[in-house]
T-cell receptor, first 113, second 118 residues
């Protein structure tokens, strides 16, 4: 069973059309939830860390929120340069692999002009 | 300055060969990681390592071994390469988690090494 599930797998938007990406997780205790952006042929680029339910963080057109079971990445008035794969990852509070990130399979976002 | 760097960027080799991928970070981090990204773009942890502890994902074959000459470097050695080892390998680094830390530290990734085994 996947511990981190992202939806949708792919999302196509017109420039300026706001939307949200979802990341649901099932871990025994959450140390942190991370959002990354990955462009083709490059490594994941860190965007946000969220620690507790109710927390929100913003960066330019992106806003990340967290509940006890899921996180949303809201994209407001996206531009073509926002096209990328967005990865969600969780870090567990307990267990021997506390530092490791457990990634979802990502949402591939395409923004058309 | 590049924060986390990897060499080579591309590596093409034949089955049965032994190869290494190098990783260096200049962020002053204490912990380094290796991840494998498969053809479906799924990122999965292989190893995490700091100066005290190596944690190995149990699904990683023992043909893979990390070597750390110092805190800033974590190289990945792969013996007897197989076709299924073809993937993109990412190195990452972060501050070490404290025993009583209630916070979490983001990991910074290198640009990746695309390994193709023929």
């Amino acid at each position: 069973e996947d511990q981190v599930t992202q939806s949708p797998e792919a999302l196509r938007l017109q420039e300026g059309e706001s939307s949200s990406l979802n990341c649901s997780y099932t871990v025994s205790g959450l140390r942190g939830l991370f959002w990354y952006r990955q462009d083709p042929g490059k490594g994941p680029e860190f965007l946000f860390t969220l620690y507790s339910a109710g927390e929100e963080k913003e960066k330019e057109r992106l806003k990340a929120t967290l509940t006890k079971k899921e996180s949303f990445l809201h994209i407001t008035a996206p531009k073509p340069e926002d096209s990328a794969t967005y990865l969600c990852a969780v870090q567990e509070r307990y267990g021997g692999s506390q530092g490791n990130l457990i990634f979802g399979k990502g949402t591939k976002l395409s923004v058309k002009p | 300055d590049t924060a986390v760097s990897q060499t080579p960027k591309y590596l093409v080799t034949q089955m049965g060969n032994d190869k290494s991928i190098k990783c260096e970070q200049n962020l002053g981090h204490d912990t380094m990681y290796w991840y494998k990204q498969d053809s479906k773009k799924f990122l999965k942890i292989m190893f995490s390592y700091n100066n005290k502890e190596l944690i190995i994902n149990e699904t990683v074959p023992n043909r893979f071994s990390p070597k750390s000459p110092d805190k800033a470097h974590l190289n990945l050695h792969i013996n007897s390469l197989e076709l299924g080892d073809s993937a993109v390998y990412f190195c990452a680094s972060s501050h070490v988690l404290g025993a009583t830390s209630q916070s979490s530290y983001e990991q910074y990734f290198g640009p990746g090494t695309r390994l193709t085994v023929t």
